[in-house]
């Protein structure tokens, strides 16, 4: 059987990213919704179609998981100050402090998986991860 490297390595990414995302402070939030606050909270105010685009949803799924975050308090609405047509959403300080806790318990959770293995494996992840770094930035 051939080597399957791509295969192995796209699944073991998988399956790591599946349980980073797991870890959560508040598990109510669906991926969307957690992800929309991530992209607030990193990149400031945005107007419902540029989260749209984004997210790589369409405007009216994009409004849903906006109301659904706005019914939580964990974000708020408000007039662009350049046009007062659009409205700006921004993340709260609610919304801030979940992805903050969101971030400690995962970091958390992968530094003790890391500490799981053996100093060889670790320094085989070390030696590693110049590529998957090109990869990942590719």
Same mark, same amino acid.
């Given at each position: 059987?051939?080597?399957r490297?791509?295969d192995?390595?796209?699944?073991?990414?998988?399956?790591?990213?599946?349980?980073?995302?797991?870890?959560?402070?508040?598990?109510t939030?669906?991926?969307?919704?957690?992800? /929309?606050?991530?992209?607030l909270?990193n990149h400031g105010?945005?107007?419902?179609?540029a989260?749209?685009?984004?997210?790589?949803?369409?405007p009216?799924?994009m409004?849903?998981t906006?109301n659904?975050?706005?019914?939580e308090?964990?974000?708020?609405?408000s007039?662009?100050?350049?046009?007062?047509?659009? /409205?700006?959403?921004?993340?709260?300080?609610?919304g801030?402090d979940l992805?903050?806790?969101?971030?400690?318990?995962r970091a958390?959770?992968?530094?003790a998986?890391?500490?799981?293995?053996?100093?060889?494996?670790q320094?085989?992840?070390?030696?590693?991860?110049?590529v998957?770094?090109?990869?990942?930035?590719s």
């Amino acid at each position: 059987m051939p080597d399957r490297l791509d295969d192995e390595l796209r699944i073991a990414l998988m399956r790591i990213a599946r349980r980073i995302r797991q870890q959560r402070h508040d598990d109510t939030l669906s991926d969307s919704q957690l992800s /929309v606050l991530y992209v607030l909270t990193n990149h400031g105010a945005s107007t419902l179609a540029a989260l749209a685009e984004h997210e790589h949803v369409t405007p009216p799924s994009m409004n849903r998981t906006v109301n659904c975050l706005d019914e939580e308090g964990l974000i708020a609405r408000s007039s662009s100050p350049d046009d007062g047509r659009k /409205v700006l959403i921004e993340a709260t300080d609610a919304g801030i402090d979940l992805v903050a806790k969101t971030r400690e318990r995962r970091a958390a959770w992968f530094l003790a998986e890391l500490s799981t293995l053996e100093p060889d494996e670790q320094a085989a992840l070390r030696a590693a991860m110049p590529v998957l770094l090109k990869l990942a930035n590719s």
